[in-house]
């Protein structure tokens, strides 16, 4: 929340999107103090589902899916903080339209590849088509602010994940599978609820003596949502490749998926 011209070592408040915190409370360096720290879970989660991918060998596409996540997450950190209207005005203009908007369209279209690409009978069609689209977005995006386009196109690209990921649910017996799929669920509604109150009472949140930080929380539930959605989907990719998965915790308390390949699969 901007009061006015503030003075920092990145110049200036010019962000046209400000979330429900004073800027530079906290930090000369740190716009968003909250916001910005509450990107760091989200970080260290993809870091361990990419660690546990890596050593089993998943696939490389939930390896590329983990460090979607955590690219998203600091160039979010980065954007709060302000340093990206730093970089962006002076190394790449052609940017300045689409801040964290273009990864998370990019993200997306990986969860649409990991979804419904078991199932696809040319093989090849999928990621050709879906990176074309991917390019031409980033390019379009780069000239053209979307502003509340963005956002339909966004949702109506969520949407169409739902369907396959109810079908995965559905078919899968694991009971601890399906309550990752449940807690996924939570995440998302808990989350988009504190991103909600933030959003819509900012006013009344300011005059109180401690604010709660929703846009923060949101940001800490959606990295445990994340993390839980690809552990999910590595799950129901291990039951359709046959590699034996299991949901184990971590310490009794982070779930992650064990696997057990075929000796014919070893090296694979």
Known sequence: MAGGVISSFWGPVTSTTECC???YAYSFYIAEFHNTISNIPCIVLALV???????????????VLHISNMILAIVTGCKLNRCLLFVR???????????DETPMVWEMLLYMYIL????????STMPIFLFLYGAAFAAVHSVVRFGIGFKVHY??????????????YIYTRDAS??????????TLLIGTFCWLFDRVFCKEI???????????????????????ANTFLMFCRAQQRG??????????????????????????
């Open 21 to 23: 915190e004073k800027n």
């Open 49 to 63: 589902g990419l660690i546990n991918a890596l050593r089993q060998r998943f696939e490389k596409r939930f390896s």
């Open 89 to 99: 005005s002076r190394l790449l203009p052609l940017l300045q339209q689409q801040s």
């Open 116 to 123: 419904y690409s078991p199932d696809w009978h040319y093989r």
């Open 155 to 168: 949702v109506i690209l969520c949407l169409l994940c739902v369907p396959r990921m109810y079908k995965y």
């Open 177 to 186: 599978a399906k309550r990752l799929a449940k807690m996924y669920v939570a």
């Open 206 to 228: 300011s005059s109180w003596p401690v604010n709660p930080q929703g846009h923060a929380l949101w940001h800490v539930f959606m990295g445990f949502n994340s993390y839980l």
């Open 243 to 268: 590699w034996s998965p299991r949901v184990v915790h971590f310490m009794g308390a982070l779930p992650y998926v064990k696997i057990e390949k075929p000796k014919a699969q070893l090296n694979k």
